[in-house]
């Protein structure tokens, strides 16, 4: 039975692997479609029907491409590192309560937690072991903006599992079922949500990436598949980011057709984010993370954690 169950439970997790990066590879098609038309242009259009067949086009130009490394890196971690990236971003999805009661394990954010806080060390490692003055700044950045986000960040999520007394999403779940969190905690469910942008390294906040002085950031040195590799990692953790805030404060069901409507307009939601706003600079991005987030969600968790001790004294 052991073993059957182990068979069952490889299986579904293959099928989650493969099926997360189909999402991810048609993410990049919605991404370059939707800022096509907000540039007042076509996207991919020639590839099959709409260009439709674009992504896996995409995919055997990155794999096949010749690997190029910089002579000077450290080239076993140079290598490591996108692998890495994407093997940490995807093992976050393994904390999602699947309807056959997959991984479904009680303390399913606290596994969130470790892995999004892990993802750094890929990016930072990165960087340095590509042994560029660019990668290396951006890096650096990257290391210094997810630090500072990941601050509020966590403060934020306490405040959500304060109210619900748990650590498991389907909590969250069963919590909203006749209210969303949104409507009782709708500023943090906004600063939730800049939080998540920050921590993506996604416009107004992609200083890692930040084209216009470190030419492409932490990810110069790497070309055909050990781009494609952080390339996935990042819109995954994109869709991965999106499911979250679903099962925080929109309601959080899960197991209906709505759920899948909510996440693609949330997805659709990162990108127009990027076709419309320009980046921000440097010190004002260190200024609204501990002069403006981190002080507000104190004060909130301060006040939720008296809300639920107040609830419970009262109606317990």
């Known amino acids: 039975m052991f073993l059957y169950d182990l068979f069952l ?21 919605l991404e370059r479609k939707v800022l096509g038309y907000i540039q007042l242009r076509k ?41 890495f990236n994407l093997f940490i971003s995807l093992m976050m999805w393994l904390s999602i309560p699947m309807v056959t009661m997959f991984y479904n394990f009680n303390y399913s954010m606290l596994f969130f937690f470790c892995c999004s806080s892990l993802g750094v060390y890929t990016l930072m490692v990165a960087g340095w072991s590509s042994n560029s003055n660019y990668s290396m700044l951006g890096s650096i950045r990257s290391v210094v903006q997810t630090i500072s986000y990941e601050v509020s960040l966590l403060l934020i999520i306490l405040s959500f ?58 990810n110069i040195e790497y070309s055909s598949g050990g781009f494609a590799l ?50 921000f600079r440097y010190d004002k991005l260190m ?12 004060n909130f968790l301060f006040f939720y954690m008296g809300l639920k001790s107040l609830i419970l004294v009262l109606f317990i």
């Not at 980011?241 to 959080?252: A, K, N, R, T």
Request: charged residues 10%; aromatic residues 18%; hydrophobic residues 60%.
């Open 287 to 298: 200024n609204l993370a501990w002069k403006s987030f981190l002080p507000v969600s104190l």
């Open 43 to 83: 996207g991919p259009n020639k590839l099959g029907v709409m260009g439709i067949m674009q992504p896996f086009s995409d995919a055997i130009k990155l794999f096949t491409k010749e690997s190029i490394n910089p002579m000077m890196s450290n080239y076993y971690i140079y290598y490591l590192c996108p692998i």
């Open 9 to 29: 439970l490889l299986i579904s997790s293959l099928i989650l692997l493969i099926v997360v990066l189909v999402g991810v590879a048609f993410l990049t098609l």
């Open 230 to 279: 952080i390339f996935l990692a990042e819109y995954s953790s994109i869709l991965f980011m999106s499911f979250i805030s679903i099962m925080l404060f929109m309601g959080g069901d899960l197991y209906s057709f709505i759920f899948f409507m909510k996440l693609v307009f949330l997805s659709f939601f990162w990108i127009w984010v990027r076709g419309t706003m320009p980046r």
């Open 161 to 218: 599992l304060i109210i619900v007394l748990g650590l498991n999403i389907i909590d969250l779940m069963k919590y909203q079922f006749y209210m969303w969190l949104m409507f009782m905690m709708f500023p943090l469910s906004m600063i939730l949500i800049v939080s998540f942008l920050a921590e993506t390294n996604r416009t107004p906040f992609d200083f890692a990436e930040g084209e216009s002085e470190l030419v492409s950031g932490f």
